[in-house]
């Protein structure tokens, strides 16, 4: 439910049919990336705002400033706002538009991972470190090196390495990377420098990080999401493609890789055996939303997986005004996730 039709929404009939309602209401929040440390969970949202920027397709009303950490005893206890935990104006390197972040935890710190544009227009990966899962975070004096694009997501295996995915077409600029360096012609547009439909789609990116966190150990990688014969997505099955929002999950031996296919609106996921992939597209997890935008992550909270995800709900279809909720996730005996509708029928 994108917000083509918004004025024909009857939003209090919604709210009752949505299958979970905001988290908290008091502000904005949307990607939300989910994390159970030390058995509480917490959430790192970005912080949605009306920053007075005008909507295009390069995303520029997304302007948002600074990130809170949301956190909650229980899945069913009330979401706290622990207030300010980085600002755009403590980041030497960014100007502007904090974006999906992720956090990760070790050996006692925590990092916030955080999108961001530099002062030349370019976005770029940095990451900040706080004592406290809810910060305040200290941002690094500079981006993460050979770090482009947005939508971080860090997940530690098994083995205690971490391995950062990322990446976001059109305002998220995954497409001007094609050839290793920033392509800046035809700032303006969106769509420029896209993959014609009948070729390999822009694939999401992937490096394993250093002991610190801090940088990365290797070039970014494509990650191959194959179809069901084993051949990559092609860039026009729109319904399939990557578009933003990565996320990996692991549940029982085997890497689930999840993201959001942007225009057409769906999070789905794809699994392989490798942190590195390939993966194999398996299908939808949650059908769309009202907004534009779908980003999401799964976290495992005792016994039991969960959905973060947003929707423009509460502030009655405002694509960059969203609110994050929460549904449990359920993996059938066959390792398939069951599918969710955000609104029952
Ligand atoms: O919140 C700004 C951008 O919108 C995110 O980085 C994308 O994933 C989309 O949700």
Redesign the pocket.
């Known amino acids: 439910m994108p917000e083509d039709n918004i004025e024909h929404i009857d939003f209090n009939a919604l709210n009752k049919k949505a299958i979970a309602q905001p988290l908290v209401s008091h502000i904005y929040t949307?990607?939300p990336s989910a994390h159970y440390f030390n058995g509480k969970i917490y959430i790192y949202p970005?912080h949605?705002i009306d920053g007075g920027e005008a909507f295009d397709d390069l995303?520029s009303h997304?302007a948002?400033e600074d990130y809170h950490v949301i956190s909650m005893d229980t899945i069913d206890s009330e979401a706290v706002d622990n207030g300010l935990a980085l600002h755009v104006k403590d980041v030497a390197w960014a100007e502007k538009?904090m974006?999906?972040p992720d956090a990760a935890h070790k050996d006692g710190k925590y990092y916030l991972f955080f999108?961001a544009k530099g002062y030349d227009g370019i976005f770029k990966i940095g990451v900040a470190i706080s004592n406290s899962p809810t910060g305040p975070f200290t941002p690094q004096p500079e981006a993460i090196k050979e770090s482009f694009s947005?939508?971080p997501a860090v997940f530690e295996d098994e083995d205690g390495s971490y391995y950062m995915y990322f990446g976001?077409l059109w305002?998220?600029q995954l497409q001007r990377w094609r050839t290793g360096t920033f392509n800046a012609q035809q700032p303006d547009s969106p769509t420029a420098h896209l993959p014609e439909d009948d070729e390999v789609s822009l694939m999401p990116k992937v490096a394993k990080m250093t002991d610190d966190l801090l940088e990365f150990v290797e070039a970014p990688k494509d990650i191959m999401i194959l179809d069901e014969n084993g051949q990559p997505i092609l860039a026009g099955d729109n319904d399939r493609r990557f578009f933003?929002?990565a996320w990996l999950h692991k549940h029982n031996g085997k890497y689930y890789f999840s993201y959001?296919t942007g225009d057409t609106h769906f999070i789905c996921y794809a699994m392989g055996d490798s942190p590195y992939g390939p993966f194999t597209y398996k299908g939808i997890i949650l059908e769309p939303v009202v907004g534009w935008?779908?980003?999401h992550s799964i976290c495992k909270v005792e016994e039991k997986w969960y959905l973060f995800y947003?929707d423009s709900s509460l502030s009655k279809g405002v694509t960059?005004l969203?609110s994050v909720k929460v549904s449990e996730l359920i993996h059938d005996d066959s390792g398939l996730i069951s599918p969710l509708k955000p609104y029952k029928e």
């Open positions: 949307a990607d970005s949605d995303g997304f948002m538009q974006w999906a999108p947005i939508d976001g305002g998220g933003e929002a959001s935008t779908s980003h947003h960059h969203r």
